[in-house]
């Protein structure tokens, strides 16, 4: 991924899911479809040009949906899901990224939760991956931080304390994404 200092951004060589992930920001799980998906790879440049991110986001999943030739529609399904929540002490202890002008990245590696200028929107996605199961962001807190924390396992709680953070198991509806070819411009490419 290539960053200017115009908000630009263009990334190379990336295939479905990680596009799919970065347009409608969740995991690949997500997603249902009948057909396979093309193996091919896509670059992907947004020239945002002072558009606010948030003001670009249905003009990104509406040109990725016409670059498949696919028709992503939203639905919920009420599933068993993690909550993540922030304690009265996760201000404090979220420590904001020293790195603002770098690219984010929340992942986990082994057992450990790597953050680097992540939002607690970013960490969700980050453990919904780790723990199979979809993860709601319910904090409330905004930013970007940056951590380092050993998950223990498919039970955080004891590690996300020590960020003033928890996540709780309740059923939820989840927003899930059904991908459909768009006849109207032949199918799926």
């Known amino acids: ?14 295939d479905i899911p990680t596009l799919l992930r970065i ?11 009948e057909q396979p998906l093309p193996q091919d790879r896509y670059d992907l440049v947004l020239w945002l040009d002072g558009i606010a991110e948030h003001a670009a986001a249905p003009l ?11 028709d992503i529609r939203e639905r919920d399904i009420v599933e068993e899901a993690y909550v993540l929540s922030a304690g009265p002490s ?12 770098t690219p984010s990245f929340a992942f986990v590696s082994g ?32 930013g970007r931080y940056d951590a380092e924390v050993q998950l223990q396992g498919k039970t ?15 059923q939820r509806a989840v927003p899930a994404y059904v991908m459909t070819p768009d006849y109207r411009d032949g199918g799926m490419r």
């Open 111 to 142: 057992d450990t939760l790597h953050i680097v200028n992540s939002s607690l929107d970013d960490i969700a996605i980050a453990l919904e991956s780790h723990l199979d199961k979809p993860v709601l962001n319910e904090s409330g807190i905004e």
């Open 156 to 170: 955080p709680n004891a590690a996300l304390s020590s960020l003033g953070l928890h996540v709780t198991k309740e």
């Open 60 to 70: 990104l999943k509406a040109a990725v949906c016409h670059a498949l030739r696919m």
């Open 90 to 101: 996760a201000r404090n202890l979220l420590q904001p990224t020293a790195a603002p002008h």
């Open 1 to 14: 991924m290539v960053h200017d200092s115009s908000g630009n951004v263009a990334y190379r060589g990336l």
């Open 23 to 33: 347009a409608y920001g969740v995991p690949f799980g997500r997603f249902t479809h």
